[in-house]
């Protein structure tokens, strides 16, 4: 067996884990819900209102930042690697259909590899970990706890295998550290030396 086919084999193993024998009723009721985009956007907004408040006219470099860190990430794992990779979610692989349960009202018609939902999300949590997390030491452990609990949802539901979100979460993490750092010479750090 070669070495794709041993991790491909660990990967479902791993999915059968997470999806069947972590099953219960509370996991059940709110890890669906976690994977819902609408569900944050009361955190969204407290970041604009931070960045606004904290920033003031610099601020919307924080947003156009974060929208950016949000597009890249969103855009590489659904138009460059799933359209190349084209790995079938588990919800939609033929061989798996009677073992996966599916927690949510649908399986989805794209591809698997990677997820855009783990990539988004761990693009924003490193993005405001890079910018803030020197100075609010909370936000670090805080932010990727947020951000596996959602890639952790895509696979409970069935959606996704853990490569897919451990995958996302390396592509995400990568965007968003990298223009965090990039923005951190124009926001933060001039903001600091503004203050002194």
């Known amino acids: 067996m070669t070495l794709i086919h041993t ?25 669906p819900w ?6 944050w956007a009361p955190l969204y907004l407290f970041i604009a209102a931070f960045s606004w408040l904290r920033f003031g006219n610099r601020g919307w470099l924080v947003l156009l930042g974060l929208v950016a860190v949000v597009a890249i990430a969103d855009g590489t794992s ?15 692989d033929p061989a798996l259909t009677d073992r996966v349960r599916l927690r949510v009202a649908s399986c989805g018609s794209g591809y698997s590899f990677t997820s855009s939902h783990a990539a988004n999300h761990f693009g924003i949590a490193l993005f405001m970990i890079g910018l803030f997390g020197r100075s609010r030491r909370w936000l670090p452990p805080v932010a990727l706890l947020w951000a596996s609990l959602i890639a952790l949802s895509q696979v409970y539901v069935g959606v996704h295998y853990p490569g897919d979100v451990i995958c996302g ?10 223009v965090a750092w990039v923005l951190r010479r124009w926001v933060v750090d001039n903001s600091a030396k503004s203050n002194k």
């Open 169 to 178: 979460a390396l592509v995400g993490a990568s965007i968003g550290w990298g």
């Open 34 to 39: 976690c994977r819902e985009k609408w569900i």
């Open 78 to 92: 659904s138009q460059l690697i799933k359209k190349n990779v084209r790995r079938l979610r588990p919800c939609n």
């Open 7 to 31: 991790l491909l084999a660990w990967d479902a193993a791993f999915f059968h884990f997470i999806n069947n024998s972590l099953a219960n009723p509370v996991f059940d009721v709110l890890l």
